[in-house]
């Protein structure tokens, strides 16, 4: 069974950083859409970053441009999401999240709707 796994969240100060790991295990598509997304109480479901396996090409909400960054390292099977200066509006649940559709264009990569296998969440806190 197809499976994400995050890890690395926690509580940090603001301006602090924090790494946050995707795992996929046994995920046998060859091209594929990696997307970080973040989910706050009350508010709706966020994409922050996303990165696609055929050319690495990677994409960023405004928000977190120049803050963070996201790469791939295909040995082990993981997506990295690096977070530097953190705000508290980046404060939520961060989940990673697969898709296999080759036609995703720079408009819907950072929607969750064409995303269809979801990790489990892993919770980042920022402190002002």
């Known amino acids: 069974q197809v499976r994400l796994m995050e890890s690395g969240g926690g509580s940090v100060q603001a301006g602090g950083s924090l790494r946050l790991s995707c795992v996929a295990s046994?995920?046998?598509?060859?091209?594929?859409?990696i997307g970080w997304f973040r989910q706050a109480p009350g508010k709706e479901r966020e994409g922050v970053a996303a990165?696609?396996?055929?050319?690495?090409?990677?994409y960023y909400a405004d928000s977190v441009k120049g803050r963070f960054t996201i790469s791939r390292d295909p040995a082990k099977a993981t997506v990295t999401l690096q977070m530097n200066d953190l705000k508290s509006d980046d404060t939520g649940m961060y989940l990673c999240?697969?898709?296999?559709?080759?036609?995703?264009?720079?408009?819907?990569?950072?929607?969750?709707?064409?995303?269809?296998?979801w990790g489990q969440g892993t919770q980042v806190t920022v402190s002002a």
């Open positions: 999240a697969a898709s296999s559709n080759p036609t995703l264009g720079v408009s819907s990569v950072l929607s969750p709707l064409p995303y269809y296998l």
């Open positions: 046994r995920y046998s598509y060859s091209h594929y859409y």
């Open positions: 990165v696609y396996s055929r050319d690495d090409s990677t």
